[in-house]
């Protein structure tokens, strides 16, 4: 009996084994698990991702903006400090998202001849993601980055900012040239995928890369002209951004908010001001810009629950070289206000809203790029002159203005652009072109401090008067940012050759287009 219960048993065990066996694959296989993915959502995630820098990082550099407090953690550049806390975000923001997220989309899509555009798009964003990265530290990871599962290289080599940059001027050509209208619409893409048909939106692409291309050939332009000639002639032969409706940026809402103002809208917003020669440049110009950026709050860390003044007379930045402390002795001090400083914030209902967009690349920069190559003769004699451009990119960023919350359209009346534009201290003539085409592209990059403070370096303009709240950067400026500590540790050989190759690891250090 209990032989046959055995057998019957047995029999049994194997029959279920069998039949399992046989429907394994089915049965055993997640109806809702990912088989695949699809590389457009991974460029539409690298693009919602991309780093657009760090009001107390590059924007506190170029002096627009200030931690005011000196208490350790936020001893940054305000305070000329090597701060490991500064120094990371544009690296973990890059590395581990739009880097890895763009290195796989181009393996998925690259082999796909119906995916054109898209592969094409991927590496003008991935051209300028890495752009800003050797922009910031110098010698970067590239050639190997982003490849940890693609070939299993976790600890990338850093390349040579100079090599990376030749490798970005023939991707942006190359990508923009191979764009095609007749070939597939990204309708993913957060930057034109809602353009109506893949026509517009190729046409929207091909104007970005050889913008992104302009811009690029620039910041040759004091390490080497003649190079800087040939890059710039060959973007605005290829057609570069004309109008505002080319902007490349990013729009957010409640849920998913503007990353940039996240770090001034939440903890102690009594720290943060606005920087007083980026306020006392737009009051000097009666800048009608200025009421959409800066406010004054009856007390700094409830600016929130408040309703700014943006009376231009009552805007005051707070000043460079001071602390909460030594303020108190500063020319003109204006004591306190509430918990916090009596000095003018960002205005938190306009270009500080959570919901406020992002702007990578604007036909405002361009007009001002195309402005200065024209004004250096690297541009044919043509319909636009220098000043043409200088007046059309500082109407275009006033014009942005009406895609900011709580703002009518148009947010600058063109009547208030004419006028500030004949200003003394605006008004474009060949004695100062330099000056005033750079010191508008800072104010129309505000916002976007990795591209203020890379035209910075670039051009050295605006004329700013060094931080000397100490001497830790020998009376000068900051010219990059130093790698993460984490780098040193976990990609120690890569880091040391990176060193060795590129020179000291700190502030002081040149990119390779930052000539004295």
């Known amino acids: 009996m209990k032989k046959l219960k055995y057998y019957i048993c047995s029999f049994l065990i194997v029959f279920c084994l069998q039949s399992c066996d046989k429907d394994f694959e089915d049965v055993n296989t997640n109806a809702y698990a990912l088989t695949e993915i699809n590389p457009a959502l991974l460029l539409a995630n690298a693009q919602r991702l991309t780093s657009s820098g760090f009001y107390e990082a590059e924007q506190t550099v170029v002096q627009q903006f200030v931690n005011a407090y000196n208490l350790g953690a936020t001893a940054g550049f305000n305070f000329n400090e090597d701060n490991n806390i500064f120094n990371v975000p544009r690296w973990n923001d890059n590395y581990p998202g739009p880097i890895k997220f763009l290195e796989q989309a181009l393996e998925l899509a690259k082999d796909d001849p119906a995916r054109n555009n898209l592969y094409n798009e991927i590496r003008i964003w991935r051209a300028y993601v890495y752009m800003t990265l050797v922009d910031t530290y110098g010698d970067v990871p590239y050639s190997e980055a982003g490849k940890a599962y693609i070939s299993g290289l976790y600890y990338p080599k850093y390349d040579?900012?100079?090599?990376?940059?030749?490798?970005?001027?023939?991707?942006?050509?190359?990508?923009?040239?191979?764009?095609?209208?007749?070939?597939?619409?990204?309708?993913?893409?957060?930057?034109?995928?809602?353009?109506?048909?893949?026509?517009?939106?190729?046409?929207?692409?091909?104007?970005?890369?050889?913008?992104?291309?302009?811009?690029?050939?620039?910041?040759?332009?004091?390490?080497?002209?003649?190079?800087?000639?040939?890059?710039?002639?060959?973007?605005?032969?290829?057609?570069?951004?004309?109008?505002?409706?080319?902007?490349?940026?990013?729009?957010?809402?409640?849920?998913?908010?503007?990353?940039?103002?996240?770090?001034?809208?939440?903890?102690?917003?009594?720290?943060?001001?606005?920087?007083?020669?980026?306020?006392?440049?737009?009051?000097?110009?009666?800048?009608?810009?200025?009421?959409?950026?800066?406010?004054?709050?009856?007390?700094?860390?409830?600016?929130?629950?408040?309703?700014?003044?943006?009376?231009?007379?009552?805007?005051?930045?707070?000043?460079?070289?001071?602390?909460?402390?030594?303020?108190?002795?500063a020319p003109g001090y204006r004591g306190t206000s509430g918990t916090g400083q009596n000095y003018s914030q960002v205005n938190l209902r306009v270009i500080g809203s959570a919901t406020a967009p992002i702007f990578f690349v604007t036909n405002a920069q361009t007009k001002l790029l195309l402005a200065e190559a024209t004004f250096r003769g690297w541009l044919p004699a043509g319909a636009s002159s220098a000043m043409d451009y200088y007046n059309a990119g500082v109407k275009a960023s006033m014009e942005e203005y009406s895609q900011y919350p709580t703002v009518p359209i148009p947010a600058i009346p063109a009547n208030a652009q004419d006028r500030y534009l004949i200003h003394p201290n605006v008004i474009y003539t060949n004695a100062n072109a330099l000056d005033r085409i750079n010191t508008q592209y800072w104010i129309a990059s505000f916002g976007n401090g990795a591209e203020s403070f890379a035209n910075f370096r670039r051009s050295g303009y605006p004329a700013l008067t060094p931080n000397n709240y100490n001497n830790n950067l020998q009376g000068g400026f900051a010219r990059r940012f130093s790698y993460p500590n984490e780098e040193s540790a976990r990609n120690s050989e890569s880091y040391q050759a990176a060193v060795a190759s590129f020179g000291p690891d700190n502030p002081l250090t040149r990119i390779f287009w930052d000539k004295e």
Do not use: C, H
């Open 160 to 329: 040579k900012d100079e090599v990376i940059y030749e490798d970005l001027y023939n991707e942006l050509k190359s990508a923009t040239a191979a764009l095609s209208p007749d070939k597939d619409q990204v309708r993913e893409d957060l930057l034109f995928g809602s353009s109506g048909s893949a026509a517009i939106q190729v046409d929207k692409w091909k104007k970005l890369g050889y913008s992104l291309l302009l811009r690029l050939g620039m910041r040759y332009s004091k390490s080497d002209p003649a190079k800087a000639t040939t890059i710039v002639q060959e973007a605005y032969n290829g057609g570069v951004m004309t109008t505002n409706a080319d902007n490349a940026y990013i729009v957010y809402n409640a849920t998913y908010n503007n990353p940039l103002n996240n770090a001034v809208r939440t903890g102690n917003l009594y720290y943060f001001y606005l920087a007083e020669p980026f306020v006392n440049r737009l009051k000097a110009s009666s800048d009608p810009r200025l009421k959409y950026i800066s406010g004054k709050y009856a007390d700094p860390n409830q600016a929130l629950a408040q309703t700014p003044d943006t009376t231009t007379a009552n805007q005051f930045g707070f000043p460079i070289g001071y602390d909460q402390t030594s303020v108190r002795n």
